[in-house]
């Protein structure tokens, strides 16, 4: 097994509830992942950055708690904030980026540095969203391609952050 097949957690981080997270995941240092109402799956080779917050929190009154799910080879870049919601695969997420709660992001997107998304939105497969409700199409990397990407990036990150790493628990 390489190394990158790994989860990677580094110690520093802030993290509750269920959760599972696919092989080649990597999580840096000084980020919050809570679970608090219901779990969060992970699928494989995403890269959360330093200080992301991923969050499932309770749900207003009268709503059942839904597991939330992540698709995989996403890119968490630092300080982003994503509340609960839905995310499917091949996306970036830029820094500073705010995804609010009850959102869809479809595949191959972008969410471009300090944009927030607002509440309930549906971002649809391969789509930029650069500023307050504007958004273009996605024509940049094909699938395989940003697959290679991530790998290689994740192989560089396990490199770096050996010293400062620990396996995941059953927390």
């Known amino acids: 097994m390489r190394s990158s097949d790994q989860v990677i957690i580094s110690r520093g981080i802030d993290y509750e509830g269920q959760m599972g997270f696919g092989h080649g995941t990597i999580i840096h240092p000084e980020c919050s992942i809570r679970a608090e109402s219901a779990s969060i799956l992970f699928g494989e080779y995403n890269i959360i950055e330093e200080k992301v917050k991923i969050l499932n929190r309770k749900p207003e009154e009268n709503l059942n708690p839904a597991q939330m799910v992540i698709g995989s080879y996403?890119?968490?870049?630092?300080?982003?904030?994503?509340?609960?919601?839905?995310?499917?695969?091949?996306?970036?997420?830029?820094?500073?980026?705010?995804?609010?709660?009850?959102?869809?992001?479809?595949?191959?997107?972008?969410?471009?540095?300090?944009?927030?998304?607002?509440?309930?939105?549906?971002?649809?497969?391969?789509?930029?969203?650069?500023?307050?409700?504007?958004?273009?199409?996605?024509?940049?990397?094909?699938?395989?391609?940003?697959?290679?990407?991530?790998?290689?990036?994740?192989?560089?990150?396990?490199?770096?952050?050996?010293?400062?790493?620990m396996t995941p628990s059953n927390k």
């Open 74 to 165: 996403n890119l968490f870049e630092v300080g982003c904030f994503i509340e609960f919601c839905e995310i499917g695969s091949y996306n970036v997420f830029e820094h500073r980026a705010h995804i609010e709660p009850n959102c869809k992001i479809g595949n191959g997107c972008i969410v471009a540095a300090g944009v927030k998304v607002p509440s309930g939105t549906i971002v649809p497969d391969y789509t930029i969203v650069y500023g307050e409700g504007r958004t273009m199409k996605n024509i940049s990397t094909p699938e395989e391609m940003f697959k290679m990407n991530i790998k290689a990036l994740a192989e560089v990150l396990v490199k770096c952050l050996q010293s400062s790493t």
